[in-house]
């Protein structure tokens, strides 16, 4: 800890494992060209460090290697490394600005994660894959733009950054794409949405929200799912604790394990789909105490029955095509002209009093405006 400078000789091809770990009296370090690996844990902990300078022959920063820097502001990272290592600059959190270099392929995991201080990170074209966490945590980051070039994301690559609000993924990309302006990272060929933002409009070409999509979106306080959505995987909407209300269409079939865990202020679930939705583990623990799903009319979800503090028919879709519209409002005017009964025809008896009258009309006519 007592070391506060150090020149590093040219002939040097190699920073070793720990080399400088827990330095923390180090204030600046200059790599020269000869090096070509920086290796683990390098620099682990030199809490004092802020600045440092990469020369243009190091290919590879190894795993942790200036992992809790909290003190360096910048860094540069030349176009001659290839690979970022896994947790490389974890938890440098007065790290405000990165530049990465043209010739890096790929980037680890949790690699750039809890730096709170960036506020946009631009992927440039060589990157091929961006890690799981890469860039979690990261509160400030308010803006990612994604090169042509990235072929694999991992998951929660992005999650967690509260403060995001831009996402923009290159329109020449073939692997993944932003369509629509969405605010969002959607894996093209499975038009499943990957990862979103508090600002993301979910396309109505989506058919999946994926595993991770939203977690710890806390900024998320509403999102709009549209019918083309057929699966909500695993964890997609861990602990966004800012959500109240979420309506699942008509169209969805599963929604996967955990996928709405901690969502703490979530007091309203709507789904529309008349068969309930297989769910996987977990999908609402720890939601508000005092949640109300509401379901459509005649529909059996004794299966969710176990999330909620109280449960509420919802009628209204009467053509049975897992959504309330304009066109359930001439079906219930044709029943209502032909005297139907309401125990023949209990999604017609929107408000529960036993008769199918222009009273439910009305309850209709709320039901799309949103009113329930």
Not at 39 to 67: E, N, P
Request: proline content about 3%.
């Amino acid at each position: 800890s007592g070391l506060t400078s150090i020149e590093i000789p040219g002939s040097v091809t190699s920073i070793g494992d720990w080399a400088f770990s827990y330095c923390s009296g180090l204030t600046s370090i200059e790599i020269p060209g000869s090096v070509t690996s920086i290796g683990r844990y390098a620099f682990y902990h030199c809490d004092g460090l802020t600045s440092v300078t990469i020369g243009d022959g190091v290919t590879s920063i190894g795993f942790g290697a200036f992992q809790y820097c909290d003190g360096l502001t910048s860094i540069e990272i030349p176009g001659s490394v290839t690979s970022i290592g896994e947790s490389a600059f974890f938890d440098c959190s007065g790290l405000t600005s990165v530049t990465i270099g043209d010739g890096v392929t790929s980037i680890g995991d949790g690699a750039f994660s809890l730096c709170s201080g960036l506020t946009s990170i631009e992927i440039p074209g060589s990157v091929t894959s961006i890690g799981q966490g890469a860039f979690s945590n990261c509160d400030g980051l308010k803006s990612v733009t994604i090169s042509d070039g990235v072929t694999s994301i991992g998951y929660e690559a992005f999650s967690n950054c509260d403060g995001l609000t831009s996402i923009v993924v290159d329109d020449n990309n073939r692997h993944y794409d932003s369509r629509e302006g969405c605010n969002a990272i959607i894996e093209t060929a499975s038009n499943t949405l990957i990862t979103g933002c508090k600002n993301t409009v979910i396309p109505g070409s989506v058919t999946s929200i994926g595993e991770y999509a939203f977690s710890y979106c806390s900024g998320l306080s509403s999102i709009e799912i549209p019918g083309s959505v057929t699966s909500i995987g695993d964890w997609a909407f861990l602990g966004c604790d800012g959500l109240t209300s979420i309506e699942i269409p008509g169209s969805v079939t599963s929604i996967g394990d955990f996928a709405f865990l901690y969502c703490s202020g979530l007091t309203s679930v709507t789904s529309l789909a008349t068969t309930a939705p297989a769910l996987g583990s977990a999908v609402f623990y720890y939601i508000s105490s005092d949640a109300t799903l509401y379901y459509p009319a005649g529909s059996d979800y004794s299966s969710w029955a176990q999330y909620f503090a109280k449960m509420e028919e919802i009628g209204g879709d009467l053509n049975g095509d897992g959504t309330v519209s304009v066109s359930d409002i001439q079906v219930l005017v044709n029943l209502i002209l032909s005297d139907a009964a309401a125990e023949d025809n209990p999604a017609a008896d929107v408000n529960s009093d036993g008769t199918v009258s222009v009273s439910d009309i009305q309850v209709v006519v709320n039901r799309i405006l949103g009113k329930y």
